[in-house]
């Protein structure tokens, strides 16, 4: 029987075109992006060997076709370059070394400008280490938040994770074999002993690896496991909510009854630890009769 299905691409138009890349496995690779690779008039890169290896690796070929860096060090004239190319009723593709672009990889400045100057911005989907990570994690994914690397000053890194500790979703961040264990320990500093976390190792590669477990628990197992190597994903479990205390909420809404006035006091107090304002409102005029 003949197979009629037939796969069809929307043509390119003068847009700048993202292109996601394998994270580790260049089967992953979509039919779509081989097609925008294959037609765009300009090829921009974070990496032009990357690019071209990949362009090999599926036989596309250049056919005089200009390949350009891009990255973050890249200046305004650089960008000013792509906007003329755009205006020349160009389409160029952009691709990061691997996953999606913008996404702890450079483009931002460059989607920034294009949209700013009226072009369009077209986004081709595929690989991404967070979402690998997420969906096989095991933990909460209705909602997430994505860190990126956390700050290398131990310090910084610290504040980093205590403000971020406090949002209702799963945490994922990137981190380098090197640092991995010093970010593990500052973890545990932040969420406890106890809290959950998941580690994933060379997402979609051979050697591909998940630990699973507390805080405590995985820094103990990688260090017997020594010599770390790769790219790792952490992802955080969210916190449970803790109930504030009713005597510490009595007192600060009884300061604040004496700064200002029932409604905005009230107002405050909710806010500040995520209650009722209709709550603080009732406590407050029992607080004030008395």
Aim: hydrophobic share 40%.
């Amino acid at each position: 029987m003949e197979n009629k299905l037939q796969i069809k691409f929307p043509p390119l138009e003068p847009a700048l075109y993202l292109v996601s890349t394998p994270i580790g496995t260049a089967a992953d690779f979509s039919f779509r992006g081989v097609h925008v690779l294959s037609n765009a008039d300009i090829l921009l890169a974070e990496d032009t060997r990357v690019l071209k290896k990949l362009l090999w690796l599926f036989g596309i070929n250049l056919n005089n076709r200009i390949v350009r860096s891009y990255s973050d060090n890249s200046t305004a004239l650089v960008r000013s370059k792509c906007i003329l190319d755009l205006q020349e009723k160009k389409s160029i593709a952009f691709c990061s070394d691997a996953g999606t672009p913008l996404i702890s990889d450079p483009g931002y400045k460059l989607v920034k400008e294009v949209v700013e100057k009226g072009f369009k911005v077209r986004s081709i989907p595929g690989a991404s280490a967070v979402l690998t990570a997420l969906c096989q994690s095991g933990l909460p994914s209705d909602r997430f938040f994505f860190g990126g690397f956390p700050p290398a000053r131990k310090s910084q890194k610290l504040d980093f994770f205590k403000e971020y500790s406090v949002i209702p979703a799963t945490l994922v961040f990137f981190e380098s074999a090197k640092r991995l264990m010093v970010t593990l320990e500052d973890l545990l500093k932040i969420f406890g002993d106890n809290h959950n976390i998941v580690i994933s190792r060379e997402l979609t590669k051979r050697f591909e690896e998940s630990w699973r477990g507390s805080i405590k628990d995985l820094i103990l197992q990688l260090e017997k496991t020594g010599n770390l190597r790769g790219e790792f994903t952490i992802l955080v479990d969210r916190k449970e909510p803790v109930e504030p205390d009713q005597n510490l909420i009595i007192s600060q809404l009884t300061s604040e009854l004496g700064k200002s006035g029932l409604k905005d006091a009230s107002a405050f107090i909710a806010e500040k630890y995520s209650l009722s304002k209709k709550d603080m409102y009732k406590l407050g005029l029992r607080i004030l009769k008395k």
